[in-house]
């Protein structure tokens, strides 16, 4: 399946113009191809032409190539270059690093070189714990990928997973304050990704897992988690199930329900499905139902060799009925997709119980698409940012390694991402909270600060904490 650019797919087409053509011809030519023209702007004229900036957005590939060709045959322009504004986004990458302290002299250089680093050292090595205070560590997560999982894209090996590992690390930065490091391996045997992380953990104060695919994910976090002494975080496990959650708070709000009295549909049990799922066991919900395309329902008193598809029969579905996710469908309050498009349509919606919600977070293509589903549910969202309520990590991920930092905390437990949760529902105040607005925007300035606190009080509670900041003493 191909990557959905929605409105991110921007030109930027460089054009000499002769000065008698009018620029009405140059912009119904854009037009006629739908493109939509953001910008013009004029980089040089003379007497004899004129030398134009013009950006555009288009739909993919296909219409830019279309578009240039129907611009090339208007009479009097000629096309100098043309780029693509993601691409120039990344042009040498999108990170780098400076230096906190400057050197402008021989005895700066003696400070933070040797000899006088060797003190700095030697303190280290009497007391590792002090690399909180004296090195990156305190402030630093590595952004780990073997490239299995990337978006919607599969498996597409870890030189290709570098620019979706170097905007996570840049959003760590921007929302956070955290640095952090792509660190994408050329390797998918779990136990040297587990070697090799567990080498470079003492540089870094949490890792963060990212498009690893299952089921190896989980042996890989789990471990990670059981042997190093750091916060270990999936975040297409974790945090897809914290901001999902975080959302159904506010939905239920809006239906008067309760988390513990609901019937949940799961429409896809991989990573996210079975993290999702447990985390709404964690918040009190009881009656959970999963179903993929390949097995149907998933039952007690069935064989399955995906060891998700059997833990799932062992916690879920509690009056084991059979069938298909349409049969599932029955009587459900909540809706939660996980998979792939086109899974449920409209009489599947019209079987659900009173005030239905639907959380169709398949990228970039939902479960079923919100004009479709949009008069018969009371709440819809998706992980699209073309559509109200979009469902995205951005608003977990940040806020909780913020809060893991700073009270330097062994793991992210279940009690420090509920905290998160409920912490991004909270930033939507009851007086803003309708059908279109149920999750925060993911520039919303409160949510990382709302986290950040709620999962360091969560991780003093629990016992995880190796520091408590002032304001929790």
């Known amino acids: 399946m191909g990557v959905q650019t929605s409105g991110s797919y921007t030109i930027i087409l460089r054009m000499e ?5 009018p620029f009405i011809h140059i912009a119904n030519a854009i037009h006629e191809t739908g493109g939509e023209i953001v910008a013009v702007d004029n980089v040089n004229r003379s007497k004899n032409t004129t030398i134009r900036d013009i950006t555009v957005n288009v739909s993919n590939a296909e219409n830019e190539a279309t578009l240039i060709k129907n611009v090339t045959k208007v009479p009097g322009i000629k096309i100098i270059n043309f780029s693509d504004r993601t691409f120039l986004m990344h042009l040498g990458g999108k990170l780098e690093v ?5 050197i402008k002299n021989r005895d700066d250089l003696s400070h933070v070189y040797t000899p006088g680093v060797a003190r700095v050292c030697m303190a280290l090595h009497e007391d590792p714990a002090k690399a909180y205070s004296l090195t990156i560590k305190r402030n630093t997560v590595a952004v780990v990928s073997d490239g299995t999982a990337v978006l919607g894209l599969g498996d597409i090996g870890p030189i290709a997973a570098m620019p979706v590992m170097e905007g996570k690390a840049m959003l760590f930065k921007e929302m956070a304050g955290i640095d952090s490091f792509p660190i994408c391996l050329d390797t998918k045997d779990t136990e040297e990704i587990i ?3 567990k080498a470079i953990a003492p540089a870094f104060g949490g890792i963060n897992l990212e498009d690893i695919s299952s089921p190896r994910c989980f042996e890989i976090e789990e471990r990670l988690k059981q042997e190093l002494d750091i916060p270990v975080f999936h975040d297409d496990q974790h945090g897809t199930a914290v901001v999902m959650l975080a959302g159904l708070i ?7 329900k309760k988390l513990t009295d609901i019937k949940v549909v799961f429409s896809g049990v991989g990573a996210a499905g079975v993290a999702c799922t447990k985390m709404l066991m964690a918040a009190g919900v009881t009656h959970i139902i999963g179903a993929s395309r390949s097995v149907g329902i998933i039952r007690r008193g069935e064989a399955y060799s995906n060891p998700m598809f059997q833990w799932y029969a062992e916690h879920t579905n509690p009056d084991n009925i ?4 349409s049969d599932a469908m029955q009587d459900a ?3 939660i997709g996980l998979s792939g498009p086109g899974v449920i349509g409209v009489e599947d919606l019209k079987k659900m119980a009173k005030d239905p919600i639907v959380f169709a977070m398949a990228n970039p293509t939902p479960e079923i698409l919100p004009e479709i589903a949009e008069p018969y549910v009371r ?7 073309d559509y109200p309520n979009q469902l995205n990590n951005v608003l977990c991920f940040p806020g909780i390694f913020r809060g893991a930092l700073d009270c330097q905390a062994t793991t992210i437990n279940e009690e420090m991402k509920l905290a998160a949760a409920y912490a991004i529902a909270s930033t939507v105040e009851d007086d803003e909270l309708n059908e279109q607005y149920i999750i925060p925007s993911v520039f919303n300035s409160r949510v990382v600060e709302a986290v950040r606190k709620k999962v360091t009080q969560a991780a003093v509670e629990t016992g995880v904490a190796r520091k408590i900041p002032h304001e929790f003493a």
């Open 98 to 102: 400076h230096s906190k302290v400057p």
């Open 333 to 335: 309050d909540v809706f």
């Open 379 to 385: 709440v819809m969202a998706t992980g699209r940012s």
């Open 17 to 21: 113009t002769e000065p008698n053509v």
């Open 195 to 197: 070697r090799i992380v």
């Open 322 to 325: 059979a069938g298909t996710l």
């Open 250 to 256: 506010n939905a239920l709000k809006l239906v008067g």
